[in-house]
């Protein structure tokens, strides 16, 4: 049997689509560039340094006095940079800033003096940092930026306090005097280079608080800092066990068992202008749990603290002054010290719950009298806490779920089902090949569908969303796939006079499954807040689909 071009050229898109998944980044992968490094990478160092932005730190020490460095990022868009400061503060740092503009077209790589906060005080080509020459190369590849340098250093190792900062988007030096515009995101965070760990940090997530690429940092908290707060507490501190439970928001909890049946708890984060607060869950979810409240607004005009019972998702569901948590009559206490809120309280339990929400609300709405409601959180996390060794869980268990079943859902019923649909149509000339293409291709597509539709389930008990009409939809996708599914049994032989009344059922079914499976899928992503890069990447796919199709249909039609 002779096999159609066409066929072949159908069969080896669906192979390279599974074998060619874009490549992410992480310490755990082997650094593999299509350019050549100008040092040796066998014994490279690696850190995740920013987990918010997906930053990735690689570097070794070449030499006595060289190290070299590699910075993995994220392609958004916009100019990546990574400085070196004496104190953590931007202002007096040198910088390293690297772009790759409209998506490959160009580039280029500076060092920037950031010699105060007005933007004619970052001076590009001036600093401190004795780059060796030549060895400076930023590349895109699989959608993440590498930056590369080499540092000649005068002491045993580079400056420990790294700063790391993202661009606007779209906007980029350019010359003649390739100035920096203000950052969108930064974050600083110390570095010890012979352990390879991370220390303290400082994090500025929201680019309406940025004072600029050479704003300065206010005094910061860590696990490895002592606390020193300006108010007496009410039990011993020497003791408390401390967690980095947010690293996206800067969130530190310490908590103590001050005797056998009560708990004491302070929760460490930066001022976001808004409520903050820490939730004690049966389940992991939001509903059902018991949190406690604390705000002051960047004034300090006001404040206050509350405990608060989540019995829904509803605003009026959100009850204040009630819950199961036992808390100790005149624990509680909320105080703002340099730029950070430090929220104290003890509970009467003889073990908490371990499972742990935080969440921090919309900028500059507090709760207030006479209702004290709790406006929707803008941002949230959660954890799981093991209180006898002091050590967490990641702070969203859910999220490789929810990126399963996005990625199940897109290939079953979002590739598979088209591209067996597009075979069914175009090829009945290559009888029988192409109907046991097409019943393969669509029953591994219901398989991974059914299979996303019931880890869609089990995401959506577990974070308790309000995603009922992309559950809705999902479902009436599965039941019209059942019904083709069941069909098959019943398929009248081809000379039968019923043949053309269950192809136009067939047909028809497939179609309206598609269009409902495109449209859901692409409310998913909408709905998983994941960004424009899934959207995209199914959107190409997609459209090579269609592109096929329309090829394929315009020599139907050109031979009728």
């Known amino acids: 049997m002779k096999t159609s071009p066409s066929l072949v050229f159908i069969i080896s898109l669906l192979g390279s689509f599974f074998l060619a998944s874009p490549q992410g980044d992480s310490c755990s992968r082997n650094l ?22 997906g930053f990735i730190l690689r570097y070794v020490q070449t030499s006595k006095n060289t190290w070299s460095f590699i910075l993995s990022t994220p392609d958004r868009n916009s100019y990546i940079g990574m400085g070196f400061s004496a104190t953590g503060s931007m202002v007096g740092s040198s910088a390293i800033v690297g772009w790759v503009a409209s998506r490959g077209s160009s580039g280029g790589i500076k060092q920037y003096y950031l010699g105060g906060v007005t933007p004619n005080q970052v001076v590009p080509d001036k600093g401190n940092l004795q780059v060796i020459g030549n060895s400076t190369f930023i590349t895109l590849q699989s959608s993440r930026l590498y930056m590369v340098f080499q540092l000649e250093t005068t002491t045993d190792e580079p400056l420990s306090w790294l700063i790391y900062a993202t661009g606007s988007t779209g906007l980029f030096p350019s010359a003649p005097d390739y100035a920096l515009t203000k950052h969108l995101h930064k974050v600083s965070i110390r570095i010890d280079y012979s352990k390879a760990n991370l220390g303290s940090s400082q994090v500025d997530e929201s680019s309406s ?44 909890l310490r908590y103590t068992q001050s005797s056998p049946n009560i708990w004491s708890f302070i929760l460490s984060a930066p001022n976001p202008n808004s409520y903050i607060a820490i939730g004690f869950s ?55 010290q340099s730029s950070r809120l430090y929220m104290v309280f003890q509970l009467q339990t003889n073990h908490p719950l371990p499972r742990l929400i935080y969440a921090i609300g919309p900028n500059a709405i507090f709760p207030s009298i006479p209702s004290f409601a709790l406006a929707r959180h803008q941002d949230k996390a959660s954890i799981f806490v093991n209180y006898a060794s002091g050590s967490s869980a990641s702070g969203n268990p859910s999220m490789n779920l929810k990126r399963r079943h996005g990625v199940l859902n897109i290939l079953g019923w979002g590739i598979l089902i088209v591209m067996g649909a597009i075979v069914a149509r175009h090829f009945k000339e290559w009888d029988p090949f192409w109907f046991y293409f097409h019943a393969s291709v669509q029953t591994l597509g219901f398989v991974l569908g059914l299979i996303g539709v019931i880890t869609g389930l089990v995401l959506n008990n577990q974070l308790q969303f309000d995603v009922n009409i992309h559950k809705a939809i999902g479902i009436i996708i599965l039941v019209l796939a059942c019904l083709q599914m069941m069909a ?10 019923a043949r053309k009344y269950w192809n136009l059922y067939h047909h028809n079914i497939g179609r309206v499954l598609i269009i409902l499976a495109i449209a859901n899928i692409f409310y998913g992503i909408h709905l998983g807040r994941e960004g424009s890069g899934w959207k995209v990447g199914y959107g190409i796919v997609l459209a090579i689909l269609l592109f096929i199709a329309i090829i394929f249909e315009t020599r139907l039609w050109s031979r009728d």
């Open 209 to 252: 608080s940025s004072q600029g690429i050479g704003s300065s940092s206010s005094q910061q908290d860590s696990c490895d800092s002592k606390l020193n707060l300006n108010v007496p507490l009410f039990f011993d501190i020497t003791q408390l066990n401390c967690l980095p439970v947010w690293n996206a928001q800067g969130f530190i």
């Open 32 to 53: 593999k560039l299509k350019v050549p490094i100008p040092f040796a990478t066998t014994n490279l160092h690696c850190l995740s340094v920013w987990d918010a932005q």
């Open 488 to 497: 098959i049994l019943a398929r009248p032989k081809k000379e039968s006079k």
């Open 282 to 336: 049966p389940n992991g979810g939001m509903v059902g749990a018991s949190a406690i409240v604390g705000w002051i607004s960047s004034s300090g005009a006001g404040g206050g603290m509350k405990q608060y019972y989540l019995t829904g998702l509803a605003p009026n569901q959100v009850v204040p002054d009630r819950g199961n948590l036992q808390v100790l009559r005149n624990s509680t206490l909320i105080t703002s």
